[in-house]
């Protein structure tokens, strides 16, 4: 998947614009639950890398539609990856979307406890070590909650390869696979997900 996702970029299509479609789709995924659920109460958690700007794009595609939600990055702002702060910049101008300050820890795992609904984009496809603080802290409250748990692409801290937990791993109810599934889902039993369309032209797929 990172070869082509750099293949893509090559091609002329930038990682910005994936992302907007990453968010778009994890956006209509997430409505038809909180339809479904009569969710109210919705947390977003973006780690630093670009899974996590998919996720903060998606909490601007919700806004759209009227959904107020908490957003906690976690990492500093500095930190993100460039499209990431790209996102970070237009939800900070987004009054349905409070962003909840990622250095108090005890606050955000407050949030995540009294959460109906949670979106993980804390880790991406490319996790390959243990999990350490603040985000142990946070996936283990994540799992200790009784919220319903859609992660971006891969549950935070599965190894897309391998199907490895290093630590520790968001158990997920519900995945929203970008393009295309990943080995790990081969490997083991993943939970409910979807395969959504990012955009990635069919010549560069292989």
Same mark, same amino acid.
């Given at each position: ?11 002329g ?11 778009r789709?994890?956006?209509?995924? !997430?409505?038809k639950?909180? &339809?479904? %659920?009569?969710?109210? &109460?919705? =947390? #977003? ?14 909490? %601007? ?7 107020? =939600?908490?957003?906690? @990055? =976690? +990492? ?5 990856s !460039?499209?990431?702060?790209?996102n970070?910049?237009?939800v %900070? ?16 795992? *407050?949030?995540?406890? !009294? ?28 799992? *200790?909650s ?10 935070s +801290? ?10 520790i ?6 995945? @929203?696979?970008l393009? &295309?599934?990943? !080995? ?10 979807? #395969?959504v ?6 010549e560069? *797929?292989?």
């Amino acid at each position: 998947m990172k070869s082509i996702d750099q293949k893509t970029v090559s091609y002329g299509m930038p990682i910005e614009l994936m992302m907007e479609n990453a968010g778009r789709e994890i956006c209509n995924q !997430t409505l038809k639950i909180i &339809k479904k %659920r009569n969710i109210k &109460k919705i =947390l #977003v958690i973006a780690g630093h890398g670009n899974n996590g700007g998919g996720v903060i794009a998606a909490s %601007r595609h919700l806004s759209t539609y009227g959904i107020s =939600l908490k957003l906690v @990055v =976690l +990492g500093t702002k500095n930190s993100l990856s !460039t499209p990431g702060k790209l996102n970070l910049s237009l939800v %900070r101008k987004n009054q349905k979307i409070q962003i909840i300050d990622s250095k108090n820890l005890q606050n955000v795992l *407050d949030e995540i406890n !009294t959460s109906e609904l949670i979106l993980d984009g804390i880790f991406g496809i490319g996790i390959n070590r243990d999990i350490l603080d603040p985000y142990y802290s946070v996936i283990s409250a994540i799992n *200790d909650s009784n919220a319903y748990v859609i992660s971006n692409d891969v549950p935070s +801290g599965i190894n897309a390869d391998s199907a490895k937990i290093y630590n520790i791993a968001v158990k997920s109810n519900y995945l @929203v696979v970008l393009h &295309k599934p990943k !080995t790990w889902m081969l490997k083991t039993k993943p939970p409910k997900f979807i #395969v959504v369309n990012i955009g990635i032209p069919i010549e560069v *797929d292989d």
